[in-house]
């Protein structure tokens, strides 16, 4: 188990997967190691589940952080191909934390939620000691509809089209830069704006409605490249169908400021986590529409590779693992303890 970071596979297959309490008949994908979702059957249709921590980060402005927080848990459920419906919140709120701010906070969650058609049904709200910022509780999200129209993380298949949406590190990116600005006192001003703006790119839910909804059946896989970016995404979606991703890496999205903010903090962007970017596998027959789509509402896309016969992901000719590690994690500590010095 790394030190910090999502557990690697090892430690799934030893201590979680032996473990998951009563074996039903109506779970029809259970616990998967890289991938963002379960599924159920209730008497024929298709219910998706996610569940994330919730992440607040009060810098970003109560009402900024609310969107964000519910947008990175809505995004693991979109994936599905199923529109996100339902959503379950529980809040273990730092003492700190006040009335008002936390008005701000739900307000914002319930707005966007409101927007992408999402119904909050129940939750838990309190103040615990001991509890403090970025993670203050965890949600639980739903998506209902047919079982014809679920995009399953293992469904890539040879022949398939590789496509990827904004590219590596633009939540590293944006993030950073905006949470801990004086961290970049060495980088351009109009860069570190530039990086700052990375973080309203954040989003996939939208983006992963609209693949959905040009691709149709004809989408096989969709993938969010949270931690361990792009990287770690293609690895998860070729492993979980057992073929081999082909990639140009020059044909995916390159945003501005991101080159300049990862040499900046000596970090590889492909390995980086960049929520709002997606991995997608289309049938050729929908490419040139689901890439239309995509470009229509703004969304950066590449036609990034194909998907072949084989295991494991190749780029520009050369084999590329697992990450081990997100290094942004370690990238976080240092500036977070570099502003807590500077204080």
């Known amino acids: 188990?790394?030190?910090?970071?999502?557990?690697?596979?090892?430690?799934?297959?030893?201590?979680?997967?032996?473990?998951?309490?009563?074996?039903?008949?109506?779970?029809?994908?259970?616990?998967?190691?890289?991938?963002?979702?379960?599924?159920?059957?209730?008497?024929?249709?298709?219910?998706?589940?996610?569940?994330?921590?919730?992440?607040?980060?009060?810098?970003?402005?109560?009402?900024?952080?609310?969107?964000?927080?519910?947008?990175?848990?809505?995004?693991?459920i979109a994936v599905s191909g199923l529109d996100p419906s339902h959503i379950a919140i529980s809040f273990t709120l730092p003492p700190e934390m006040t009335d008002g701010e936390f008005a701000d906070l739900w307000n914002a969650m319930h707005e966007e939620a409101s927007d992408l058609g999402v119904s909050i049904v129940t939750g838990h709200t309190a103040r615990y000691s001991g509890c403090s910022y970025p993670w203050v509780g965890g949600a639980t999200a739903l998506a209902v509809g047919d079982h014809e129209d679920?995009?399953?993380?293992?469904?890539?298949?040879?022949?398939?089209?590789?496509?990827?949406?904004?590219?590596?590190?633009?939540?590293?990116?944006?993030?950073?830069?905006?949470?801990?600005?004086?961290?970049?006192?060495?980088?351009?001003?109009?860069?570190?704006?530039?990086?700052?703006?990375?973080?309203?790119?954040?989003?996939?839910?939208?983006?992963?409605?609209?693949?959905?909804?040009?691709g149709g059946r004809n989408v096989h896989a969709m993938h969010d490249a949270t931690e361990c970016g792009v990287h770690g995404a293609l690895n998860e979606i070729a492993e979980s169908a057992g073929v081999q991703l082909e990639i140009d890496e020059s044909s995916i999205p390159l945003r501005p400021g991101v080159r300049e903010v990862c040499d900046y903090l000596d970090i590889d962007p492909?390995?980086?986590?960049?929520?709002?970017?997606?991995?997608?596998?289309?049938?050729?027959?929908?490419?040139?529409?689901?890439?239309?789509?995509l470009e229509s509402r703004g969304t950066p896309v590449g036609i990034a590779g194909t998907v072949v016969e084989g295991e494991g992901v190749v780029v520009d000719g050369d084999r590329i693992d697992h990450p081990d590690v997100d290094p942004s994690w370690a990238a976080y500590e240092r500036l977070a303890r570099a502003a807590e010095t500077s204080q």
């Open 270 to 293: 492909w390995r980086s986590t960049t929520a709002g970017s997606l991995v997608v596998a289309t049938d050729p027959s929908v490419t040139d529409d689901v890439v239309a789509a």
């Open 1 to 76: 188990m790394t030190d910090l970071g999502k557990v690697d596979r090892d430690f799934f297959d030893e201590y979680i997967y032996p473990r998951l309490g009563a074996d039903r008949d109506d779970v029809t994908l259970g616990p998967t190691h890289g991938v963002d979702f379960g599924l159920l059957d209730i008497d024929g249709t298709a219910v998706a589940l996610a569940t994330d921590p919730i992440s607040v980060l009060p810098a970003l402005g109560f009402e900024r952080a609310g969107r964000f927080a519910i947008d990175i848990v809505l995004s693991d």
């Open 150 to 214: 679920v995009v399953r993380p293992d469904g890539a298949r040879p022949g398939d089209d590789v496509l990827v949406t904004k590219g590596p590190a633009v939540e590293t990116t944006g993030l950073l830069t905006t949470l801990f600005p004086d961290g970049f006192d060495g980088l351009d001003p109009d860069v570190l704006v530039t990086a700052q703006e990375r973080l309203d790119e954040t989003d996939a839910v939208r983006d992963a409605m609209t693949v959905s909804a040009a």
